[in-house]
């Protein structure tokens, strides 16, 4: 039985509002075609997604090996290194060092693995205040919202709204909406955070095997300035986040900002491999069943995703249907594949939140083959998940006419004859979803193979 | 059993069977690689600046920044007015109104220019700071980031940044805005 939301269902929500549909969706189109214009202007390209899929193979195929070198050149470096084999332990993880410390002011940037985590709620339950500083996350965290996107975090939200926002939570003007005078305000109010903060949590967008150290890339310099002043770093990574070689990190870094905003590079890509003096350096791993998701044939690629976001900006579904009607951190075309891998029964409906046009694939910077593992996911969820019974009997009919020629031949006729005779009432009732935003096309006389025996019989003739 | 050994014993039993690991790629280019960065950094919002000597950037500075505000150089020959060896918590960056600082590696392709902690006292100043400006040797211009990966060691650096335009968001409704958290504005000299 269904116990949760579908996609279907949540995007009715967001879809509601035609016009915010319509600006979601261009909006994200315009980034779609910043990445385009920057893909296209290097020849190389191609050769760089291939590349980045070829170095994603070695290391899911290595990933133990590396683990184990990426820790011992981290602890060499003077990093503390702890595992966490769930969310749970990674948030107590990351509570036993605040204790340790005897931290009290956070500051975070962003992290879609914190996210996976629940870290903020968890922390906040133990009484710490934990302040994002990303400023599309700092806007949806005055109102307790989750990201909307892994890049654009508060893309669905209007600068109207940002601006009632701050000025019920850092007392800008009532009524602005300027975005640079937004920008302004966050920057004075979060300077102050940083300032006061004695621990700093940062994602990871690449781990070193070789040398220990990880990479940080942010356009706005938030994991920057809140680890160089805070005593405390702690950098949460997924285990797929590794990367064998520096010198990898030349063909992920051309690859990652141009697949998602259409930037050449991110402002700063943030090496970091040793504590500065007197202050301290955290590592946590986290499988949360990544290594699941590593022994399933179909869909291990999953795990090489760089979190660019491009397939969410290119995806129909997701453009006009928003992050939130996903219910999963990861939204989009990309959620879709992972986020059935850590809960089919709570996912089982992402795998449909797709056309299969295949645009996903086609953008991703590692070559994933998103849209096939779309159709993969929905053949695992028609054998285990939690079924519609009205699609399993609809598509078992189906099945049953499609499969003999005379049969079809038969209720193609039968239908043809019924859907004239069909009232309007009953093709938009509310129980066919079909008929909520589609007309019935006008439905022909006779089929095309009745159609075709006549005329070829006229033009032998 | 330690989690360490549960995610090493999964890892083992799932992975699948060994593939190579592909060579390096290098994209060998012959452009003018001063030209390229210039038009580079302009796309990201900040300025570069071919110069022939240092004092043009110090007249540079005077001309462009009030008296009195904060300056700090970590290049002997352009002054500044903090003395950066005698801060200890970076903290007291706070009101530092301009940074200058050298960069060691720059990429033409994307005008990311690698600044580490061999040239850094404290970490924090290319970010806290409001304006940053930084000097980099036109000998040290690469094509594009892999060559930008051959030059620096990172074995040998604990911190190291690539920084390629001021500080910038697109958070509120894709509207750019310069001036996030880090420098308001980057200005690059090329000597």
Redesign the interface.
Same mark, same amino acid.
């Given at each position: 039985m269904k116990t949760h939301t579908s996609h279907a269902e949540a995007a009715e929500e967001f879809v509601k509002d035609e016009e915010r549909t319509h600006w979601h969706d261009e909006t994200l189109w315009h980034v779609r075609e910043k990445r385009d214009v920057a893909a296209h202007k290097l020849p190389e390209w191609e050769q760089l997604r291939t590349n980045a899929s070829l170095i994603k193979d070695y290391v899911l195929s290595h990933l133990d090996g590396l683990l184990i070198d990426f820790e011992k050149n981290a602890q060499a470096n003077g990093v503390e290194v702890l595992w966490a084999k769930d969310a749970k332990e990674h948030n107590e993880h990351v509570l036993s060092i605040l204790q340790k410390h005897q931290i009290k002011n956070i500051v975070k940037s962003k992290s879609i693995l914190t996210e996976e985590c629940g870290l903020n709620h968890y922390l906040e339950e133990k009484g710490y205040d934990v302040v994002d500083t990303d400023l599309g996350e700092r806007i949806i965290q005055f109102v307790k919202q989750v990201p909307s996107h892994i890049v654009l975090p508060a893309i669905h939200l209007k600068k109207e709204e940002i601006g009632e926002i701050f000025h019920e939570h850092i007392g800008t003007d009532q009524g602005a909406s300027d975005p640079k005078y937004l920008t302004e305000s966050a920057r004075l109010h979060l300077r102050e955070k940083f300032v006061q903060a004695n621990a700093a949590i940062t994602g990871v967008n690449f781990g070193i095997a070789e040398t220990g150290g990880f990479v940080v890339c942010t356009n706005e310099g938030n994991a920057d300035m809140g680890t160089h002043l805070a005593d405390v770093h702690i950098a949460c990574m997924g285990i797929e986040k590794l990367i064998p070689r520096a010198a990898d990190l030349g063909v992920f870094l051309r690859l990652l900002a141009r697949s998602a905003t259409g930037q050449s590079i991110t402002t700063y890509s943030s090496h970091f491999s040793r504590p500065m003096d007197g202050k301290k350096m955290y590592i946590i791993l986290v499988d949360n069943k990544r290594t699941e998701q590593l022994g399933r044939e179909d869909f291990r690629n999953s795990l090489k995703c760089i979190r660019c976001g491009a397939c969410m900006n290119t995806c129909p579904i997701y453009r006009r249907s928003g992050g939130y009607s996903y219910n999963s951190t990861v939204p989009g075309p990309i959620g879709s594949i992972l986020s059935p891998g850590l809960d089919l029964n709570k996912h089982s409906s992402l795998p449909f939140a797709s056309t299969l046009c295949g645009s996903c694939t086609d953008v991703c910077p590692v070559k994933i083959n998103i849209h096939e593992q779309l159709y993969k996911w929905r053949q695992v969820v028609a054998k285990e998940g939690p079924s519609d019974p009205v699609k399993k009997w609809a598509m078992k009919l189906a099945g049953a006419t499609l499969s003999k020629p005379g049969l079809y031949d038969f209720f193609g006729s039968m239908a043809r004859k019924a859907l004239k005779l069909t009232p309007d009432s009953l093709v938009y009732s509310s129980l066919n979803a079909w008929g909520k935003q589609r007309d019935l096309p006008e439905v022909p006389s006779e089929s095309f193979k009745e159609w075709y025996k006549k005329n070829r019989k006229s033009h032998e003739q | 059993m330690?989690?360490?050994q549960?995610?090493?014993d999964?890892?083992?039993?799932?992975?699948?069977?060994?593939?190579?690991?592909?060579n390096?790629?290098s994209?060998p280019s012959s452009e003018d690689l001063v030209a390229k960065y210039t038009q580079?950094i302009t796309?990201?919002g900040g300025t570069a600046m071919e110069v022939d000597s240092l004092d043009d950037i110090q007249v540079y500075i005077q001309e462009n920044f009030l008296e009195g505000l904060q300056i700090v150089s970590m290049i002997d020959e352009i002054a500044g007015n903090v003395e950066i060896s005698s801060v200890t918590d970076?903290?007291e960056l706070?009101a530092v109104e301009l940074a200058v600082v050298s960069g060691e590696v720059g990429?033409a392709?994307?005008?990311?220019i690698w600044v580490s902690d061999k040239n850094l006292p404290?970490?924090?100043l290319p !970010? +806290?700071t409001q304006h940053l400006i930084i000097i980099l040797e036109k000998a040290n211009l690469v094509a594009?980031? &892999?060559? $930008?990966?051959?030059k620096i060691d990172?074995?040998d650096?604990?911190?190291?940044? !690539? +920084?390629?335009?001021?500080?910038?968001?697109?958070?509120?409704?894709?509207?750019l805005?310069i001036?996030? &958290?880090? $420098?308001r504005s980057l200005t690059v000299f090329l000597i």
């Open positions: - | 330690s989690s360490k549960e995610i090493l999964a890892i083992g039993r799932n992975k699948p069977s060994a593939t190579a690991l592909p390096l790629l994209f580079s796309l990201n970076p903290h706070e990429s392709e994307n005008a990311a404290h970490r924090v !970010f +806290i594009n980031m &892999h060559e $930008a990966y051959q990172l074995r650096t604990g911190y190291g940044v !690539f +920084i390629a335009g001021p500080s910038k968001t697109a958070d509120i409704e894709q509207s805005v001036g996030a &958290h880090g $420098a």
